[in-house]
């Protein structure tokens, strides 16, 4: 069992009513040598004075108070006051479970990875690691490969975020001071790519730990044209980062369709007036004369219903999904799962994007009552302009 110092930077911007609960779960750790950063970036709510006041009473606890700067920041701020030999993140309305540091600590001190990444909870919902394993970057051939596959690619399995992950020290500090405070988002992202270029070796812990918090303020940036903005911000970040180490070329594509992905998501996030289908279903020919539903109201199912309601050899009978109250589509009518079945229909197309998912919405849709014979699902076509 090892004892080196971990430190933990935590940025801390106007979250009086979280920042609690993220302290207290990291003084809660199993693993005791810590040292925790509390950055206080400016609040001006009470965050920073109850920063203090839990400083005051753990000794582990260094507390500091700069004028806003925004989370880059702060995350250097803290960055600089560091003195462990490992460097994790927790943002200040987020919080870990108990074992989270011992876990990952005792993956680096094993494998002598440089960086560790595990599982984490995005509200309710865990986004697991797929498989606990080593991976040796031991050129730029595997690199490239582990950027494209993992990292970059359309179905990457590491996530960018920096609270999921645990640095050496020496390499975090190095990575993270090339970043500009100006990007705002993607900042993690990008902070990854010089983590895996200067990296020889990666840990991936499979149990999630950390609890990340979706708040519906976090998310108003995204909704306007400054989050197109920081899109190409990020994006022109990261083509930075592979110029300046001689990747660029061999993941100018990659990079491409990483961009076309998230303008699209923006957009279709600023307002349905700017819709723009991606995902289309290809088996077209197989709906001719025939009554159709489509379940699923997520991204597939929406660009689905657009496109089925386009074409006029079939009549679309039902869209439906097994939470339609979660969705708001103005003068649509989304069904339930259990409407289904005083319905007529032949053919029940399974709108989402993997055969795992289709899988297991196939099984219920059977134990609901639903004939097997039709329900369909097929891998959707992703639409990519030409020049990509």
């Known amino acids: 069992m090892t004892n080196s110092l971990v430190s933990i930077v935590v940025p801390v911007y106007n979250v009086e009513k979280y920042i609690s609960q993220c302290i207290e779960s990291i003084q809660r750790q199993t693993y005791e040598n810590l040292q925790i950063i509390l950055v206080d970036d400016g609040s001006t709510d009470q965050s920073g004075v109850l920063c203090e006041t839990y400083a005051e009473k753990d000794q582990r606890i ?105 640095f050496k020290a020496n390499l975090i500090k190095e990575s993270y001071m090339q970043i500009s405070n100006i990007n705002q988002m993607g900042e993690d992202l990008i902070n990854l790519c ?19 918090r979706i708040r519906p303020e976090s998310l108003s940036r995204k909704k306007t044209i400054e989050g197109l903005k920081d899109i190409i911000r990020m994006y022109e970040g990261i083509c930075e980062v592979l ?62 219903y657009a496109q089925i309601c386009r074409y006029t050899e079939c009549r679309l009978v039902a869209w439906a999904d097994v939470f339609p109250e979660q969705y708001n589509y103005p003068n649509i009518r989304l069904y339930s799962m259990k409407d289904l079945n005083s319905m007529e229909f032949d053919i029940l197309i399974i709108a989402v994007k993997d055969a795992e998912t289709a899988d297991e919405i196939c099984t219920q849709l059977v134990e609901e009552g639903i004939e097997r014979n039709k329900v369909y699902w097929s891998e959707p076509e992703i639409f990519l302009p030409d020049a990509i």
């Open 62 to 166: 260094k507390v500091i108070h700069q004028q806003n700067g925004g989370l880059v920041a702060a995350r250097k701020r803290g960055l600089e006051c560091a003195e462990g030999k490992y460097v994790g993140f927790v943002d200040g309305d987020d919080s870990i479970a108990p074992d989270m540091y011992q876990v990952l600590t005792n993956s680096l001190e094993a494998s002598g990875a440089d960086f560790v990444h595990s599982g984490y909870w995005e509200n309710e919902k865990k986004r697991a690691v797929n498989g606990q394993r080593i991976i040796e970057l031991l050129d730029k051939e595997r690199k490239c490969k582990f950027l494209k596959d993992a990292v970059l690619g359309a179905e990457c399995y590491v996530s960018p975020s920096i609270w999921s992950k645990l």
């Open 194 to 212: 010089i983590c895996v270029i200067k990296g020889r070796k990666v840990a991936l812990v499979d149990g999630a730990y950390y609890h990340y």
């Open 243 to 304: 110029f300046s180490y001689g990747y660029d070329q061999e993941l100018a594509s990659v990079m491409d369709r990483l961009l076309w992905n998230n303008m699209l998501k923006c957009i279709d996030r600023i307002g349905r007036c700017f819709q723009v289908e991606k995902f289309f279903f290809k088996d077209m020919d197989i709906l001719k004369g025939r009554n159709i539903v489509v379940y699923g109201a997520g991204r597939v199912g929406r660009d689905y």
